[in-house]
């Protein structure tokens, strides 16, 4: 009778994750110092660290010299199976947040300043008692579409004109972008349009880099030819770019949807661009390599049904439209 006996029996002791972590930073890092200050340890403890790898694994794992750590041959080859494990546990953590998440009823909302401040609460507003609680944090596009794609959250909304790789998108409404003076400002009694050179050559005071709002003015006026110059001020929130503009002869670029109460009041005169396309496409992201939760998809659906009633205009050119269509995502999965 054939034995059923495993010839590669697995081992008695698994490797800590830890132990692999160290091993890669060492060679992303390319010595021990390099690698300690990565994981935030002391070297001392990265060094011991790696020995009781190499004792563990019975492998020589790095070449220490004088002018550096480097990994062996042997080294290399365990460290390309420990990025593929480390990758997995990552996985794991994410599938163990979404199942806590789901079994809690909670879902964790990022969206970018514009959509948290003027269309969340409406969202959040027109949904039946009972559903799922909401966590949202606020940040600029860019940090929300990484906060999905790493599992801190099951949804994003976007307001920038690109889409991360490993996201799927939805559009959930269109926007535009208005440049705005204060009332002071010589542009407020001009009678003709500010040109693409006018606007880029401006005083501009602009949110930080990341933000949909300014990509998409970027875009716009690097498309039009002439793109944005010098160094313009640069601030963290919409109301500290509104201020700004109050305040002096700066000249800001903002959603429409942030501005409509100042325009109304007057204390802000908006400003007729000619030759820039500044409409903008509102979209819900959610990672491809996780299936949304029930109360994800509950929350998306209504937001769909919202988003698509409360803007009928189309993007403004067919450059927008194609790119629009190019990671658009029909439902949620």
């Known amino acids: 009778m054939a034995s059923t006996v495993d010839p590669f029996p697995p081992p008695s002791r698994r490797i800590p994750l830890g132990a692999l972590e160290l091993l890669t930073a060492v060679h992303e890092e390319g010595s021990l110092s390099g690698a300690a200050r990565a994981l935030g340890l ?30 062996t041959v042997a080294g290399r080859a365990v460290v390309g199976r420990a990025r593929d494990v480390l990758a997995a546990s990552d996985a794991l953590e ?15 909302v990022a969206a970018s300043l514009s959509v948290a401040e003027y269309l969340v609460p409406r969202w959040l507003g ?16 860019r940090d929300v579409m990484a906060a999905v794609l790493h599992g801190r959250a099951d949804l994003g909304f976007v307001e920038g004109p690109d889409v991360a790789p490993g996201l799927h998108a939805r559009t959930v409404g269109h926007d535009e972008l208005v440049a705005v003076v204060a009332p002071t400002h010589p542009w407020a ?41 010098g160094s313009p001020a640069q601030l963290g929130s919409t109301s500290a770019v509104k201020n700004v503009v109050l305040a002096g002869q700066a000249v800001a670029v903002l959603s429409a949807l942030t501005v409509a109460d100042e325009l109304d009041r007057g204390t802000l005169h908006r ?4 030759g820039v396309d500044l409409s903008r496409t509102l979209r819900m992201v959610w990672a491809q390599d996780r299936r949304p939760t029930p109360a994800a998809r509950e929350l998306a659906a209504l ?9 009928q205009r189309t993007p403004a050119s067919s450059a927008q439209a194609t790119a629009s269509a190019r990671v658009e995502t029909p439902i949620l999965r």
């Open 271 to 274: 400003v007729p661009v000619e």
């Open 126 to 141: 027109a949904r039946p008692a009972g559903s799922a609680l909401v966590d949202l944090v606020v940040a600029n596009s």
């Open 189 to 229: 009694r001009r009678r003709r349009p500010v040109t693409p050179v006018e606007l880029a050559g401006a005083q501009l005071a602009l949110r930080e880099a990341g933000s949909g709002t300014r990509a998409v003015l970027e875009q716009a006026l690097a498309a039009a030819g002439h793109p944005l110059g």
């Open 42 to 71: 002391a070297q001392p403890s990265v060094s011991a660290g790696l020995r009781r790898l190499e004792r563990q694994t019975g492998l020589a794992l790095v070449a220490r010299s004088s002018s550096g750590t480097a990994l």
């Open 303 to 311: 937001v769909v049904s919202l988003g698509d009633g409360t803007d």
């Open 94 to 108: 994410r599938e163990v947040l979404a199942v806590r998440t789901a079994q809690q009823g909670r879902v964790a």
